[in-house]
């Protein structure tokens, strides 16, 4: 325990020192198979050595100057992913969190442009957006927001993947202006919705004249089988947006936009001091490359059906076995019971994994896994779970 940190976390009873493609070592030498990536950061694994390249040469070169004066790597990694995106600017921000605010910030000025005093976003039951204050409002649960009352106004909550619930407020309400919603939710427990869902999310925002704002945080940068998982249903969003993966590591998130919603900033509408800088670029813009020219989505997507069907034979029927959600590397085991404790016995077998929501063993493993290595994190996890059950 050191007493100089708050006590923001529940830190388990280890700490590593190296890692080395989806392998970490501990103080006491000890390796584990890491299948969380970092909780979902960590696509292209520990110490990858194009992003070391990369980090070493920028840091010896420019790390730091000021969004007041142009930055050349943000302007690339701007260039690379909207063209990827099929989006038209973006705002480059520290966190998830900040892109989500930069995100809840457009769709008011979205509003008021259109004349809506008190504009309003539709969000979702167990759903995750971050922890500021707007976030943590707009983040589906009470856990998350308890305490830090009063929250902030504007948000109208209804269940994930209940599109008629989004259809009643549309006929019933004339503030709202955005719809907020992640593709798979992943704090919530690798929640996937019906097939069209998003799709029919499109048309109500297209209907109503709101902004589609996707939160790919968790889901986006190849982690469902396609670089941003919304491309699965062949739609565009108005606002996406990043974190988590985009730096494998390096803190760094972003906000795109296209169409009217790209517009919404002027300046001095909104900024960051040390978003977007030079280093950060720099790693977000190797990263898509090392996905791109290595196709680790394509690969995340086949990897995801291996384990699909691997968990599927081992625990399928097992009794006390919901449930197991696949969406490429994303990957939910929902039991019956509240398993944290499988986390530490996870420790004892070498294997990091994660269990969100009580009952949802939660797996998130880097992109460039091996085939030896899928199958370890299969027979491992099988084992811990038929062993608790």
């Not at 070592?25 to 960590?42: E, F, K, M, T």
């Not at 909207?82 to 809840?104: H, K, L, P, T, Y």
């Not at 798979?184 to 589609?212: A, K, T």
């Not at 491309?231 to 906000?255: E, F, R, Y």
Request: glycine share 10%.
């Amino acid at each position: 325990m050191v007493d100089s940190l708050m006590t923001t976390y529940n830190r388990l009873p280890i700490t590593f020192l190296r890692g080395e493609g989806a392998r970490l070592w501990d103080d006491q030498g000890r390796s584990y198979l890491d299948a969380i990536a970092g909780i979902a950061v960590c696509g292209l694994g520990h110490a990858h050595p194009e992003i070391r390249d990369a980090l070493c040469d920028q840091a010896g070169t420019l790390l730091h100057t000021s969004n007041i004066y142009g930055i050349a790597y943000q302007e690339k990694l701007g260039d690379k992913l909207c063209e990827m995106a099929s989006m038209d600017r973006v705002f480059f921000a520290n966190s998830g969190a900040e892109a989500n605010e930069a995100a809840i910030k457009i769709a008011r000025l979205h509003g008021n442009k259109k004349g809506v005093r008190n504009p309003a976003i539709i969000v979702m039951d167990q759903s995750f957006h971050g922890r500021t204050l707007a976030t943590l409002t707009a983040t589906g649960s009470r856990k998350v927001q308890a305490g830090f009352e009063p929250l902030v106004q504007g948000f109208i909550r209804v269940p994930y993947d209940d599109i008629e619930a989004i259809t009643e407020i549309a006929n019933n309400s004339n503030n709202v202006v955005a719809v907020l919603v992640e593709p798979i939710q992943g704090e919530g427990g690798i929640n996937i919705p019906d097939g069209d869902y998003l799709n029919r999310i499109r048309e109500i925002c297209d209907e109503n004249d709101w902004l589609m704002m996707l939160d790919e945080i968790q889901t986006g940068i190849g982690r469902t089988g396609r670089m941003f998982s919304h491309q699965h249903n062949d739609i565009l969003p108005d606002v996406m947006t990043l974190a988590k993966g985009l730096g494998n590591g390096v803190p760094i998130g972003a906000c795109l936009a296209r169409g009217a919603a790209a517009e919404m900033f002027s300046p001095g509408k909104h900024g960051s001091t040390f978003g977007g800088n030079p280093l950060a670029c720099r790693v977000a813009l190797t990263v898509l490359e090392q996905i791109e020219s290595h196709q680790l989505a394509a690969r995340a997507a086949q990897l995801g059906e291996r384990m699909r069907n691997g968990f599927q034979s081992k625990l399928g029927e097992q009794q006390g076995v919901v449930s197991i959600r696949v969406s490429g590397l994303m990957i939910g085991i929902e039991l019956d019971r509240p398993c944290f404790e499988l986390v530490t016995r996870a420790l004892d077998q070498g294997i990091l994994i994660n269990v969100t929501a009580d009952k949802i063993v939660r797996l998130l493993p880097p992109l460039i896994i091996s085939d030896a290595e899928c199958e370890e994190i299969i027979d491992k996890v099988s084992a811990l779970v038929l062993g608790y059950l």
